[in-house]
C-alpha cells in the first residue's frame, strides 16, 4: 500500500510568479485535500476535491486553485505568489469525504522571496 | 464553525516521564477526533482517532487519548516518553460542511523531552 507522495520537495519563487504543487494520493483513496501550514501554526484547510471537482474551499482567495485526475492524483496552483504564500503545503488524501481519517503527504516547502 | 484548542504550546519533561497533552473542541454535536505528530520537516503522521464507541481510544507508539465529551476535551496521554517522542502534536476535529468534510487543526504543542 503506498500512502501520499508529493512533489517537490523544496521550491522557491519569486513574489508574482506562479508555482504547481503535486500530489500522488493513496491507493485506493478517491479524496484529495490540501492544506497550508504556515511556520509555527496548525494547517489550514485549502480545498478539497472529490471525482475531479472541487467540493469544498476553506477562507483562500482564488488564486489558490487546483486539479484532480481520474487516477485521483492533484495539483495545487498558486498564481501572483505573495511572500505571505510561504508555507508548508500539505497534501491529504481519504476515502470519500475523510470522516474516517486522512492520510498525509511530507509536504512541499514553499518560499517565495 | 469549529475551533480546537490546545492548551499549552509547548510542554518539556524527562526521558520516562508521563505527559499530557491537552486538546479542547467547540462543537457540542457528535465529531469525530484526531491527534496527529509531526517531526521536524516532515508531513503530519495520524497518532489515534475518535470515531465513536469507547471514550478511551490507544494508538500508536504508546500514546493513549480520552474522549470527554461533558468537556468537549480529547487528551493525549503517554505514560512513559522517550526522546524519540520530541515532535509538534496537533489535535484536529472532523467538519462536516456543506456537504465535504474537512480537518480544523488546533495551533499545536511542542513536545521536547529532556534526558
Known amino acids: 500500500e503506498t500512502g501520499v507522495t508529493q512533489s517537490p520537495t523544496h521550491l522557491i519563487k519569486t513574489r508574482g510568479q506562479q508555482v504547481t504543487l503535486r500530489c500522488s494520493s493513496q491507493s485506493g483513496h478517491n479524496t484529495v485535500s490540501w492544506y497550508q501550514q504556515a511556520l509555527g501554526q496548525g494547517p489550514q484547510f485549502i480545498f478539497q476535491y472529490y471525482r475531479e471537482e472541487e467540493n469544498g474551499r476553506g477562507n483562500f482567495p482564488p488564486r489558490f486553485s487546483g486539479l484532480q485526475f481520474p487516477n485521483y492524483s492533484s495539483e495545487l496552483n498558486v498564481n501572483a505568489l505573495e511572500l505571505d504564500d510561504s508555507a508548508l503545503y500539505l497534501c491529504?488524501?481519504?476515502?470519500?469525504?475523510?470522516?474516517?481519517?486522512?492520510?498525509f503527504g511530507s509536504g512541499t516547502r514553499l518560499t517565495v522571496v | 464553525a469549529q475551533s480546537v484548542t490546545q492548551l499549552d504550546s509547548q510542554v518539556p519533561v524527562f526521558e520516562e516521564a508521563p505527559v499530557e497533552l491537552r486538546c479542547n473542541y467547540s462543537?457540542?454535536?457528535?465529531?469525530?477526533l484526531f491527534w496527529y505528530v509531526q517531526y521536524p520537516n516532515q508531513g503530519l503522521q495520524l497518532l489515534l482517532k475518535?470515531?465513536?464507541?469507547?471514550?478511551l481510544v490507544k494508538g500508536i507508539n504508546g500514546f493513549e487519548a480520552e474522549f470527554n465529551k461533558s468537556q468537549t476535551s480529547f487528551h493525549l496521554r503517554k505514560p512513559s516518553v522517550h526522546i524519540s517522542d520530541t515532535a509538534e502534536y496537533f489535535c484536529?476535529?472532523?467538519?462536516?460542511?456543506?456537504?465535504?468534510?474537512?480537518?480544523?487543526f488546533g495551533a499545536g504543542t511542542r513536545l521536547a523531552v529532556h534526558p
Open positions: 462543537s457540542s454535536v457528535s465529531v469525530y
Open positions: 475518535y470515531l465513536s464507541g469507547s471514550t
Open positions: 484536529a476535529v472532523s467538519e462536516i460542511s456543506g456537504g465535504y468534510n474537512k480537518l480544523i
Open positions: 491529504a488524501s481519504s476515502l470519500t469525504g475523510g470522516g474516517y481519517g486522512y492520510t
